[in-house]
């Protein structure tokens, strides 16, 4: 079973500039969550998705973050305009609908300078 | 509000030398504890998850309790290989999959 995929592995950008970052979840998952890990911390959730539909976005910062799942399949965070502290790790998960055992990517790496 | 804390953040051992991680947690209704192992430039693997006090579940050397304020991850015999960040989380609201996590503890496992 091929796991979460997700690129760039690796972004480096200057404060005030855009960047998105993909995610294509295991086969069948139907929720996808997006999570926030800055360096020393544990991970927090963004944004949960179940199939094409929100379900949960309230510690996602609307004015500068969006994401969307529009076939119910891959999905993409953007980031307008990236501040300092949005350097991270964003990680995308997926699992069954009403299963809790979450399958994580390998993350992709943000540096705002 | 859920919370998670971890101790410690970081610990050193020798090959061979057991200890145990903690995770205590605040959380109004449990509907799960997870356990999870991070490697540097890796996404969190999955390790337990324990759903009521008194449940304790075992694989290989790593064996996680459960009880109503806390957990532990005992690591019997360590290896070199074992060294990660472990990582444990809760489940608590009616959304299933929102995990409030703790900030890890870093095991080193020198040989």
């Known amino acids: 079973e091929a796991g979460v995929a997700q690129s760039p592995r690796y972004k480096i950008i200057e404060k005030r500039q855009s960047v998105a970052f993909w995610c294509n979840p295991i086969?069948?998952?139907?929720?996808l969550y997006w999570y926030q890990q800055i360096l020393g911390q544990g991970p927090k959730l963004l944004i949960q998705?179940?199939?094409?539909?929100?379900?949960?976005d309230s510690q996602l910062p609307k004015d500068r973050f969006s994401a969307e799942r529009l076939k119910g399949v891959d999905s993409t965070l953007k980031i307008q305009p990236a501040k300092l502290e949005d350097s991270a790790v964003y990680l995308c998960?997926?699992?069954?609908?009403?299963?809790?055992?979450?399958?994580f990517g390998a993350g992709s790496r943000l540096t705002v300078l | 509000e859920d919370q998670v804390t971890q101790s410690p953040e970081a610990l050193r051992l020798q090959e061979g030398e057991s200890s145990s991680l903690n995770c205590s947690y605040t959380?109004?209704?449990?509907?799960?504890l997870f356990w999870y192992r991070q490697d540097p430039g890796k996404g969190p693997e999955f390790l337990f998850t324990?759903?009521?006090a008194g449940e304790e579940k075992e694989k290989e050397r790593l064996k996680a309790t459960l009880t109503k304020k806390e957990s532990f991850l005992h690591i019997t015999a360590p290896k070199p290989e074992d060294s990660a960040t472990y990582l444990c989380?809760?489940?608590?609201?009616?959304?299933?999959?929102?995990?409030?996590f703790g900030q890890g503890t870093t095991l080193q496992v020198k040989p």
């Open positions: 989380a809760v489940d608590g609201s009616s959304n299933t999959g929102k995990l409030i």
């Open positions: 998960a997926s699992t069954t609908p009403g299963a809790n055992v979450l399958t």
């Open positions: 959380v109004s209704g449990l509907r799960g």
């Open positions: 998705f179940q199939n094409n539909g929100v379900v949960d």
């Open positions: 324990l759903y009521s």
């Open positions: 086969s069948g998952h139907a929720t």
